[in-house]
């Protein structure tokens, strides 16, 4: 029975973070796993660090298209062998023992669809105090209020959630996109409320230009999820709200 999980990194000048990224995977105490690091055009030198990695379930992808995280992740998605899926950013950190308590979840919920608290982290990978906590189960339209499903933290069971929902569409916010996506087809994602993965945000980077993130996720309502004005207005107001209580 194939209990593998597929970890699919898009790494992008990812030089300075990659190692310890990866070091985070080969530390859980899960340990059927196979890594799929998508190298997205970097310039620096994570190809070359990705190459001398020895580990045999360490895998270095190199896609003809490249050019956004959502391509570089759809890129680990064909070629990911394990039931099940999940995405880790380049320079994000998981806790040891992230995937067996959030599988161990799945097993309880009989879910296909898991997610986990964060906390936010410095460039140095240290965090800040900052803890993102999620609530226990999300639907379809609660999730279009509270936006608080971080891509590194997800976890998918293709024998319960069709592989091809998790391909991502090539827009902005593209992982909230997805998950919305799942969502809408009447799934359910389930929380596990304690820190799984520390988020690191140096202070230039796109999570951090709020003004950038308010039009990314308002794009998202209007032109993706076509929502109308009104049901929109509704559901980004409660997004605005919980977004500000996380950062403060």
């Not at 140095?124 to 906590?133: D, E, P, W, Y």
Request: proline share 3%.
């Amino acid at each position: 029975m194939n209990k593998t999980v597929s970890i699919i990194i898009p790494a992008y000048n990812a030089e300075k973070y990659i190692e310890e990224t990866v070091a985070s995977v080969m530390a859980q105490t899960y340990p059927d796993w196979e890594l799929l690091i998508v190298e997205d055009g970097s310039v620096d030198k994570t190809q070359e660090i990705v190459e001398k990695m020895t580990n045999d379930r360490i895998h270095l992808i190199i896609p003809q298209k490249q050019g956004t995280a959502a391509l570089a992740r759809n890129a680990g998605l064909d070629v990911a062998k394990g039931r099940y899926i999940a995405f880790l950013d380049a320079d994000d950190i998981w806790k040891p023992d992230k995937l067996e308590k959030e599988l161990a979840l799945m097993r309880e919920k009989n879910a296909g669809f898991v997610f986990s608290s964060y906390e936010y982290a410095d460039e140095n990978g240290v965090g800040k105090g900052k803890i993102a906590h999620v609530p226990e189960s999300l639907t379809y339209r609660e999730a279009l209020k509270n936006t608080i499903i971080f891509t590194s933290t997800v976890l998918f069971d293709t024998e319960k959630i069709p592989k091809h929902l998790m391909y991502m569409p090539d827009v902005k916010s593209e992982d909230t996109a997805t998950w919305w996506n799942i969502l809408r087809q009447n799934y359910t994602a389930y929380g596990v409320d304690e820190v799984l993965v520390l988020y690191r945000r140096p202070a230039n980077s796109l999570s951090s230009n709020k003004f950038a993130a308010i039009q990314r996720i308002w794009n998202l309502y209007r032109k993706v999820e076509k929502l109308s004005l009104l049901y929109s207005a509704y559901n980004f107001v409660f997004y605005a709200i919980r977004t500000v209580k996380r950062r403060l």
